[in-house]
């Protein structure tokens, strides 16, 4: 299985995708906030052959455009949209981690003629304090370049980041240094844009539903996740324990197992 990494224009943007390839049945991915298309290549191989992970990369992230700085909810599933439009593969599934998982229930809220199934990660129905005690993360301060890959690391870790492997994903060499490729106001920017209740949206599609939460998340209450579950029809819920905001990353094996006992059935 090959990997293949385009630039495809999508309503005036150039958004970078991985299409990780194979004849199986097709699987859009979306990233949470700061992540890339290519974090997705673990599940893409434990899914291979029966699934054909596509994995895009959210303006703003990556290598994709920033367009004309808007980060809403609405940017984004239009986006996603007319992305899937022009992939030409029917409905399919999609899966989302965090932000990239409330993207895909507004997809499939929106355009249900494009979801097969959702499978939700960590991407909350209410995302707002009191619930929610930090649903903004502070990048503001963090720092732009670094003189090597580790000194970015030590950074970001020494801003409250217990292990910053996650956003070193975004990391690549300038000539003056090593810095992340997104735009700290634009992902500050993003984030504030999905503080807000989206219950409405989480409720508006039928299509079988997977959410996955770690029980210990530190970003979406488990009161919630079971209450994501209960209210909406069609919905199975899936805790991991010892697994955090980032559960694939935690534990693989679970999360894939998980995902897999849920498609073989839509």
């Given amino acids: 299985m090959m990997a293949v990494e385009t630039l495809t224009r999508v309503r005036g943007l150039r958004l970078a995708s991985v299409d990780f390839g194979g004849e199986g049945r097709p699987v859009l991915a979306l990233h949470g906030h700061f992540g890339r298309a290519r974090a997705f290549a673990p599940l893409a191989a434990a899914l291979a ?25 609405d940017a984004y599933v239009a986006d996603a949209a007319e992305f899937l439009r022009g992939l030409g593969l029917g409905p399919v599934i999609v899966l989302g981690h965090s932000m990239g998982g409330v993207t895909a229930f507004h997809l ?27 649903p903004v993360l502070d990048i503001r301060d963090w720092p732009c370049r670094a003189a090597t890959l580790g000194e970015l690391r030590r950074q970001i870790e020494a801003r409250g980041i217990p292990d910053a492997s996650y956003f070193l994903e975004s990391a690549v060499e300038h000539p003056d240094g090593w810095g992340l490729l997104f ?26 539903a997977l959410f996955v939460h770690g029980l ?51």
């Fill in 183 to 208: 735009d700290y106001t634009d992902m500050m920017d993003s984030q504030q844009a999905l503080v807000g209740d989206w219950w409405a949206d989480w409720l508006g599609s039928t299509c079988p």
């Fill in 108 to 134: 499939a809220a929106r355009h249900p003629e494009l979801v097969r199934a959702l499978v939700v990660e960590e991407g909350g129905a209410l995302n707002r304090q009191p619930e929610v005690p930090h």
């Fill in 49 to 73: 052959p029966e699934y054909r992970l596509i994995a895009l990369e959210q303006r703003g992230h990556g290598h994709s455009d920033r367009g004309d700085g808007d980060f809403s909810q």
């Fill in 216 to 266: 210990d998340s530190l970003i979406l209450p488990t009161t919630m996740a079971r209450q994501m579950a209960e209210r909406r029809p069609n919905t199975v819920l899936r805790e991991l324990p010892g697994c955090g905001h980032w559960a694939h990353d935690d534990d693989p094996a679970g999360f894939t197992r998980a995902v897999r006992e849920f498609l073989a059935t839509v």
